[in-house]
């Protein structure tokens, strides 16, 4: 597998809907065998269907888990690391999808307050929610395409006082969204049926995929961040062709946190 064998130098990765099959493919994956990782879950148990799972190249100070509520098999973690004696709190978790924000809003609500004692925390993951637009403009647009195929969310007048994401922002008041704090304006959508051959479901293009960071400033610094998987790699397809594909129907997201003391 491409995507395992040229991972980026990282020290922890949170990685969502792993499939019991994916999982032993990343315990295979030489990366992961020197001796170094700590994985949140070796056997598959927690990935039937599909689940979150944290690596982390650090000792774990706890590592905890709990279910969501919900009706498509939800959890979240927080892995607590120490780096020159500073605790932070990574978090992260796959929220509910499809049309159902107010679920999405009280799985959030449930991830912040048990994060409410950490200084430092970040909260990583697919959100399932874009922070220009709600599940139904996606809709929106995709009717629109039937008849103007070139049609994009950036065309659609969006009622920006009724967005889901207004309400990630107060549940979330102690949290800076990090893409927008180091890139600005860029759209950093992590998921891009314009540009990613595996979405065949309709369009779309959102930042879903999210990272949130409630840091003291004298303890750690977001330097960096950026998208990861854009480039598709050669596979042979089950006809015995070469075809391209992208590592998955998200991108992924890399974040350089650095220690400010």
Known sequence: MPCLRSPFLVDVICLQEVTRDYLHAILAAAYFRDGRWLISDITGSSCEPHGTIVLSRFPLKSLFQWSF????????????????GTELAIATAHLESLNNASVRIEQLNILATKLSVSKNALIMGDFNMDARSNYSDVEKVRERRNTESTFTIRDLAVDQSALEDNLVKEVLSE??????????EEPGYTRDSETNAIITD??????????????????YEVVAMERVGLEPFEVLAEDGNKIHMNCSDHYGLVVTLKATQ
């Open 175 to 184: 949290y800076t969204d990090v893409w927008p704090q180091l890139r600005g």
């Open 202 to 219: 309709g369009y779309e293009q959102v930042r879903i995929d999210r990272v949130f960071a409630k840091l003291d400033q004298a303890a």
């Open 69 to 84: 509520p919900t009706s498509m098999f939800r959890v979240g973690y927080i892995a607590k690391i120490s780096l020159d």
